[in-house]
């Protein structure tokens, strides 16, 4: 018996199909070319941009995370603004300013004529509102910290509705710098939230949109949960181009979420994206170059990065001190060692395919105005390295190829580093070859990055490799880093004193730098910091990444920043040359 | 039946406690928690206020006593990642998700068994085509799949490139730009399951095929057509739908890979992202609705499997 009947031209018809389907796919893969690679800036249409999370608020003053500070940007507008392409500090709601001659005192004037997005005055009365929002203890915003001077917080009065007067408790280095990071709120629609302490929940992400009112080129249009941003076009924004007209040129933004880094650049790839939230990954350097030479997307370089991937020794004396290789790790000469077994230009060859420049300090080139070339290097050198190991008691004397000390305490170290980031990865194995050849063993232990995070603040670990994120240009706006008793003082977080007699000096240092107004010696002192850490390496740098970003052919009037975001921080000035393709 | 129905939605309650529960505890256990998302530079302040703000400054079983007694007046607590209640955030990427699932469900069902009925009641190239076909499709990962019809996508334009709907979607053309956006990460979830469906039907078709009740109805004089699809498969299908329920209910508890990828508001990304945030409240809120889904996705295939074989039923 048989129940299985043959069909003799199934299987043509099945090879036909898959030919035919095969042809339609190679036919629509043609490579398309951009309507114009050479677009000229137009008034009106639309650009979307991916962002990888969505936004946690709409409130200014409580979400800091990346996507909320790009809302942020779009729909809200600051008294100045640091200029992400020059670094410079420019007029932005304050139309101009006078420094007291003792620098402890800014009369800021408001431009005439600025009203909120509904049409409301911005007045001094909103500046003031903001201050006293951003310090309010029911709010807890993170700004807050950002808004001190001398060790006390700023404090403003209002003599007219154009003028604000800011004190300071003692002359800063950073001037007028702290307000970059505070956008202005309006009064009107917030006092009644700060009275009655519910400020920090108003103008969450489930808020109607027209209830959102802001200084910025764009105003809220939509919220779609894990989808979408769209902003529309602020009509009554303040700012004119070069020639009167007004801004922003386009007449939407879209923001969409799309959190799968893939997925980002295949979409950006196929037009359904202008651009992404950050940099091209190493990874789709190629893939964008490779679109670039298709014509649909234009790849350009942002310059050296400002931050860099670093390794340093936890040397946290109360964790530490019952573990015996605290004994050679605090020694400057271990850390030192270390450096000078890694070859800066391989590890910019390796890690980052020769897109980096070797560097001997956290400020990298791409940080202009402080970057010093002239700071003690190690250049790669096994028999000085081996030396400076054998002159802190370490040598292999047992042969098995790691050096120990007398006592027989082995140079083995497990570093941790976040899990899924390729460069860590690259980084962390060179180092380890590298380490290797004077008999130091790096374990290398990639982990969650939240988990990382906690062993960081519990000082929970022998060595990490990671990218810690500079918040400021200015060093006297990452205090926090440099003073011993700093929360991003990584190596030795938050002391009590300085534990070390550097750590003392660079203390007084930066003290004194953050507090001269004379940018000229502002600079010297700061190189003298920069010569202290370098001496004693506390934290490892090798090499700075070469930043390149990749947007649509389509959009007009970029102008790239190593900061981010690095082209949207300009979208009031930026357009499109044609309709983008549907998503 | 009414005594089985009652028995497994007990458990559905029992399984949706202790998954939410667990889900609670070991985000608190684990190492880090929310306020590293707060990054390596945030002040002690901040860290703090967050903390004592989320009950992490309280005792483990204390925080969850708290929790529980709110969970059970529907009050899931707050998302830290996304400043909002964890109740309405939950409930909206259920229902995303479910819409994928169910798609994505039909898809598998149909495409699976039918193909399942051909390769198990035939022999020759086309079966051979699918049965390697769906070996392929099983040993492939989602996340690939998933970026592999993004890519087909990105390059041709034949669907949309991801996300759940256009920008511009207007009332009436809702649901046709909805069902527009579905067949990406439809494709990609149904592939696998499809192709499981398929290897179980089949093996279990050729195999009641070979049993004299077929051969008794073949020397009948029944047409072959008739001799599989009224004889053997009614038979054969219980396999199937032994594991049916599981894959409804994995389907819709959400895949994060599929999700991600794809761009769909969906309950795996949400619960993804929320472990990432160590948002312990909404861990726990995404791990009690997808309990809740795969009891629903486990009914189901307890329900199907009864009706398909009576000898669950009287067992029941």
């Not at chain 1, 860099?308 to 020694?331: I, M, N, S």
């Not at chain 1, 000390?405 to 180092?431: D, H, K, M, N, P």
């Not at chain 2, 009614?234 to 049916?244: C, D, Q, R």
């Amino acid at each position: 018996m048989s129940i299985r009947p043959r069909v003799p031209f199934a299987g043509v018809l099945v090879s036909l199909v898959i030919v035919a389907a095969g042809f339609l796919f190679w036919r629509s893969t043609t490579p398309r070319q951009a309507a114009s690679s050479q677009a000229a800036l137009s008034r009106g249409g639309q650009l979307t941009a991916g962002i990888r999370s969505d936004p946690k608020s709409f409130n200014s003053l409580v979400a800091t995370d990346e996507s909320s500070n790009i809302v942020s940007s779009l729909i809200q507008a600051r008294l100045v603004r640091i200029n992400r392409a020059t670094a410079e500090l420019e007029p932005w709601l304050a139309e101009k300013w006078e420094m007291a001659p003792d620098g402890r005192q800014f009369t800021l004037h408001l431009r005439p004529g600025v009203t909120w997005s509904d049409g409301t005055p911005l007045t001094s009365a909103d500046v003031l509102f903001t201050l006293r929002a951003a310090r309010d203890a029911s709010v807890q915003s993170s700004l807050a910290d950002g808004l001190v001077a001398g060790g006390q917080s700023i404090s403003a009065s209002a003599p007219d509705e154009r003028t604000v007067v800011l004190s300071f408790a003692g002359p800063s280095g950073l001037g007028l710098r702290v307000l970059d990071a505070l956008p202005i709120l309006p009064r009107h629609k917030l006092e009644a939230s700060l009275a009655n302490g519910t400020l920090r929940t108003t103008w969450r992400t489930t808020t109607a949109p027209g209830d959102i009112v802001g200084a910025g080129p764009f105003v809220l249009s939509s919220y779609q949960p894990g989808q979408r941003v769209v902003l529309a076009r602020n009509p009554r924004y303040w700012r004119k181009a070069a020639d009167g007209s007004a801004l922003p040129y386009l007449d939407r933004v879209v923001l969409e979420v799309v959190p799968e880094q893939n997925a980002g650049m295949l979409r950006l790839q196929a037009g359904s994206l202008d651009m992404l939230q950050n940099e091209v990954r190493p990874e789709d350097y190629v893939a964008a170059r490779k679109a670039e030479q298709q014509g649909s997307l234009k790849v350009i370089e942002l310059g050296v990065g400002t931050d860099a991937d670093a390794f340093w020794f936890c040397l946290k004396p109360e964790v530490k001190t019952k573990d015996p290789k605290f004994a050679f790790v605090q020694r400057r000469e271990f850390r030192q060692a270390l450096s000078q077994v890694v070859d800066r230009e391989e590890f910019a060859r390796t890690v980052y395919f020769d897109e980096a420049v070797p560097i001997w300090g956290p400020i990298t080139p791409g940080n202009r105005a402080w970057f010093t070339p002239n700071l003690p290097r190690y250049p790669p050198d096994l028999a000085k390295a081996k030396a400076l190991l054998s002159g802190i008691g370490l040598e292999d004397r047992n042969g098995d190829g790691v050096v120990e000390t007398a006592a027989g305490t082995e140079a083995r170290f497990t570093v941790i580093t976040q899990r899924g980031i390729s460069s860590y990865e690259r980084g962390t194995t060179l180092l380890k070859e590298r380490a290797a050849l004077i008999g130091v063993v790096l374990d290398i232990a990639p982990l969650e990055g939240g988990a990382m995070i906690d062993r960081l603040q519990t000082s929970n670990y022998d060595a990490i490799y990671m990218r810690p994120l500079l918040s400021d240009l200015d060093p006297a706006g990452n205090m926090d880093f440099w003073l011993s008793s700093g929360q991003s003082h990584f190596w030795n977080l938050a002391q009590k004193a300085p534990a070390t007699e550097w750590e003392r000096q660079i203390d007084m240092l930066m003290t004194q730098q953050a507090s001269t107004i004379d940018l000229a010696r502002r600079h010297e002192i700061f190189n003298s910091v920069q010569k202290i850490f370098a001496e004693n390496l506390p934290v490892l740098y090798f090499a700075a990444p070469r930043l390149f970003y990749a947007h649509s052919t389509r959009v007009v009037g970029v102008v790239p920043s190593v900061l981010r975001p690095p082209v949207l921080w300009n979208a009031d000035s930026l357009g499109v040359s044609a309709p983008p393709r549907a998503n | 039946m009414s005594r089985f129905l009652a028995r497994r939605l007990s458990f559905c309650a029992v399984l949706i406690v202790v998954a939410a529960s667990s889900a609670l505890l070991l985000t608190r256990l684990a190492p880090g928690d929310l306020t590293t998302g707060l990054g390596p530079l945030a002040s002690a302040r901040d860290v703090s206020d967050a903390r004592a703000r989320f009950g992490l400054d309280r005792p483990v079983v204390v925080q969850w006593a708290a929790w529980a007694a709110s969970a059970v007046r529907l009050d899931f607590g707050e998302s830290f990642r996304y400043q909002q209640p964890v109740g309405p955030l939950v409930l909206a990427a259920a229902g995303n998700t479910a819409i994928l699932a169910l798609a994505a469900l039909a898809v598998a069902t149909i495409a699976g068994i039918g193909l399942g009925i051909l390769t198990g009641s035939r022999r020759g190239a086309i079966p051979a085509l699918i049965r390697a076909l769906s070996l392929a499709a099983l040993s492939l990962p989602p996340l690939l799949t998933s970026l592999a019809m993004l890519f087909v996508a990105a390059r041709t334009g034949w669907f949309p490139v991801g996300g759940m709907s256009s920008i511009d979607a207007s009332l009436p053309g809702r649901w046709s730009d909805l069902a527009a956006h579905l067949p990406l990460p439809v494709l990609a979830l149904a592939l696998p399951v499809a192709a499981t469906f398929e290897r179980l039907q089949s093996a279990a078709l050729g195999e009641q095929i070979h049993q004299p009740f077929v051969a008794a109805a073949a020397a009948r004089g029944v047409p072959p057509v008739s001799l599989v699809l009224r004889h053997a498969w009614p038979v054969s299908v219980k396999s199937v739908a032994a594991i049916y329920g599981l894959a409804a209910g994995s389907l819709l508890s959400g895949s994060f890979a599929v999700e991600s990828v794809t761009g769909w508001p969906g309950l795996g990304r949400l619960m993804y992202e929320a472990l990432q945030a160590r948002d312990i409240y909404l861990v726990a809120g995404c791990a009690a609705v997808g309990a809740a889904l795969v009891s629903l996705g486990m009914l189901l295939g307890d329900v199907l499997l009864a009706l398909s074989d009576p000898r669950v039923r009287d067992v029941a």
